[in-house]
């Protein structure tokens, strides 16, 4: 079955600078692949898709890679903000029946004035 | 606000109990996911249910089943409930049958204690 891995537990970085958070998957490649941002004791919320034949998305100070031979996604924050500080959940579908949205167990980002 | 409203908030309830979790999705979402949230183990995916059907099952315990009703809100029933079983359990909906392709909308969330 499809596994998810966050790298980082935890990324801390300076007010300014650009906060790169990596996912990688197993196994097969997926249609697509989503971002979630989740804040303490708070649902996730939808950031960004892109699905397997985009390179990259991009919204706003967002911006989303995603690299089917390396099966690995980049998120990338630019011009960090403290306000950005919150934990970013990759997820992707985990096959075998639709609706399986799986995520990953995300990296909590820490943005320092 | 997502839209998706969870009952209730809060809750604390003793081992070997049984509690029921009620979401209803935003406007117009046909169906519905269920996840449970850990510390040490993220969000799980427990079921699916797409216009009243379940659609797709995950790492579901037996001692839990769920439902959707035809005005389309669902329940999830946790019984005989262990300390283990603590945790946050989010509902998410979507208008179409997956999340293929979908934004897929959470609550708040309920936070369940068992003593």
């Known amino acids: 079955s499809q596994k998810i891995e966050q790298n980082s537990e935890a990324l801390n970085i300076q007010e300014g600078k650009t906060a790169t958070l990596t996912c990688n998957y197993t196994?097969?490649?997926?249609?697509?692949l989503q971002w979630y941002r989740q804040d303490p004791g708070r649902g996730p919320v939808f950031l960004l898709l892109i699905r397997e034949n985009e390179k990259e998305k991009r919204k706003e100070r967002l911006k989303v890679t995603f690299d089917t031979t390396l099966k690995q996604s980049l998120f990338h924050i630019t011009a960090s903000q403290p306000a950005d500080s919150a934990t970013y959940l990759c997820a992707l579908e985990g096959g075998g029946s639709q609706g399986n949205l799986i995520f990953g167990k995300g990296t909590k980002l820490s943005v320092k004035p | 606000d997502s839209g998706v409203t969870q009952t209730p908030k809060h809750l604390i309830t003793a081992t070997g109990q049984r509690v029921t979790l009620r979401c209803s999705p935003r406007?117009?979402?046909?169906?519905v996911y269920w996840y449970q949230q850990s510390l040490d183990q993220g969000l799980q995916f427990l079921i699916q249910?797409?216009?009243?059907?379940?659609?797709a099952k995950g790492n579901i315990l037996e001692r839990f089943s769920a439902q959707q009703f035809p005005d389309l809100h669902s329940e999830l029933n946790l019984s005989s409930l262990e300390l283990g079983d603590s945790a946050l359990y989010f509902c998410?909906?979507?208008?179409?049958?997956?999340?293929?392709?979908?934004?897929?909308?959470f609550g708040e969330g309920s936070w369940l204690t068992v003593v």
């Open positions: 998410a909906s979507s208008v179409g049958v997956g999340p293929s392709g979908n934004t897929i909308y």
């Open positions: 249910y797409y216009n009243g059907e379940e659609r």
């Open positions: 406007s117009g979402d046909l169906s």
């Open positions: 196994n097969y490649s997926p249609a697509y």
